[in-house]
């Protein structure tokens, strides 16, 4: 089966910093494109970040450019999402999800992707 797990969300305050795991089993990382979206309440999904697997490319929104850093580690078949210097529009709740950066940077959900539970970001101000 294939799974998506999402950690490491939490409170922080305001220029904190947090780093987002999304463990994967059932696929390799290092073969697919791993992105994550973020959806706050009332406001539309948003694409944040995207590695691609084919040449490690990497895709940020301009909310997060210089702020947020994706990483992967295929030995661990882990995608990390090291957030920095955090802001209150940051807080949303974050997902992963296996599908390519084109879909993720459209902050689009399809049902042929598969996409990790979510873990949720605060940050007060």
Known sequence: DVQLQAS???????????????????????RNPIGW??????????????????????YYADSVKGRFTISR???KNTVYLQMNSLKPEDT????CAAAPCTVVAEGR???????????????SS
């Open 8 to 30: 490491g969300g939490g409170l922080v305050q305001a220029g904190g910093s947090l780093r987002l795991s999304c463990a994967v089993s059932g696929f390799t990382v290092g």
């Open 37 to 58: 979206i973020r959806q706050a309440p009332e406001k539309a999904r948003e694409g944040v970040s995207c590695i691609s697997s084919r040449d490690d490319s990497t």
């Open 73 to 75: 580690d295929n030995a």
């Open 92 to 95: 949303a709740v974050y997902y």
């Open 109 to 123: 959900y399809r049902g042929s992707d598969w996409w990790g539970q979510g873990t949720q970001v605060t940050v």
